[in-house]
């Protein structure tokens, strides 16, 4: 079941992931068949596009670093407070 699900989500991902035929001639060579829309206008647009896939892969990173090894060691750590009742 699980296998059927991860599936029909990476195909429904793949089938939207593309752009229309008419979005498609609307954009800059290196972003053909990627995006919707016409695309970025300046380099303004470039450059608030580029801050904001640092910010997110940042984020993304840090989310998953401090998910896997969240590093609280301290006895008086509120995690600690209230998983141990005793």
Request: aromatic share 8%; with cysteine.
């Amino acid at each position: 079941m699980k296998k059927t699900m991860l599936s029909l989500a990476i195909l429904a991902t793949c089938l939207v992931a593309f752009a229309c035929p008419p979005c498609e001639v609307a954009q800059p060579r290196y972003l053909k068949g990627i995006t919707h829309g016409t695309g970025p206008q300046s380099n303004w647009d470039f450059l608030i596009i580029s801050i904001t896939a640092v910010i997110v892969i940042a984020t993304l990173f840090f989310s998953i670093k401090w998910l896997l090894k969240p590093g609280e060691k301290s006895d008086t750590h509120i995690k600690n407070m209230i998983l141990n009742i005793e």
